[in-house]
């Protein structure tokens, strides 16, 4: 008979080989198989669990593999200017392999010079579960001298941005972080909670409202989605407004709403 600890060591292993699950921050695997270990029958039943969950929360938004490696071999190739058009074109076309940074393409010349415009320039940015959306930079209101902290679940996503930084001398860090269970403790003016809000919910309902409270942000930019990745949108706006409404709800801070079409943002003057 399998102790817990043995049971959770062999589930973290058969969940991880998988490719689909291979980069993906083994203390986020380790917190929700624990939870589905506790929840189900056998291991088998965690195990199915474990993958439905990781993928709502992570993979569900590439539908397809991202081709770092193929990523890695165009980066050397580009231009070191971010405004460049064949640089702005090629980000263009990396982001539409990810979901988060897909749905926003149409309205990007605008949303982050709308929604940050007021405290521009920044000079230091904190992106929370970032996906692909550092390389929104060039349509940023960001100050020449900007640091700019990335995390996210997946180790080969935060390997290829700080690859990115480092080709276009950006100020830049990217690391594996599980939101979860930890909050990052940098120091800056605005922190970027874009679309993350409601896969936060899917591990662990209170994850959220300890992040807004312990973040060290002066702003803090959170989004939610209008529609959900199969494009359905019924009361969603509503649903996601009152569940901010819920996270806020004692805390004397500045709130700020925007609509964009696909999304929803609130800027939190903390």
Request: hydrophobic share 45%; proline share 5%; aromatic share 8%.
């Amino acid at each position: 008979m399998s102790t817990p600890t043995e049971l959770l060591a062999e589930l973290i292993s058969l969940v991880t080989a998988s490719d689909k699950y291979a980069s993906i921050s083994p203390d986020l695997v380790r917190e929700i198989g624990a939870k589905e270990l506790a929840k189900r029958r056998n291991l088998k039943e965690a195990v199915k669990e474990t993958r439905n969950k990781l993928h709502q929360v992570g993979s569900a938004f590439q539908e397809k593999p991202i081709p770092y490696a193929a990523w890695l071999e165009e980066l050397a190739q580009l231009p070191v200017d971010l405004q460049d058009e064949q640089v702005t074109a090629t980000l263009k076309r990396q982001m539409g392999m990810h979901a988060s940074t897909a749905e926003r393409l149409s309205i990007l010349p605008h949303f982050f010079k709308d929604a940050l415009g007021s405290i521009a320039p920044l000079h230091s940015i904190l992106d929370l579960a970032c996906g692909l959306n550092p390389l929104c930079l060039p349509w940023m209101p960001a100050a020449a001298d900007m640091e700019y902290t990335a995390c996210d679940i997946y180790a080969d996503m935060t390997g290829y941005l700080n690859a990115w930084f480092a080709h276009f001398k950006i100020n830049g860090k990217a690391s594996v972080v599980d939101l979860t269970q930890s909050v990052p403790s940098v120091s800056v003016q605005v922190a970027l909670l874009l679309k993350t809000i409601p896969c936060l919910d899917q591990v662990d309902k209170n994850a959220a409202k300890r992040l807004l409270q312990g973040l060290y942000a002066q702003y803090i930019l959170a989004s939610f989605p209008a529609h959900s990745l199969g494009g359905k949108s019924k009361g969603m706006l509503q649903n996601y407004e009152t569940r901010f409404n819920q996270l806020i709800e004692g805390e004397s801070w500045k709130v700020t709403k925007m609509e964009f079409t696909g999304e929803l943002a609130f800027l939190i003057e903390k």
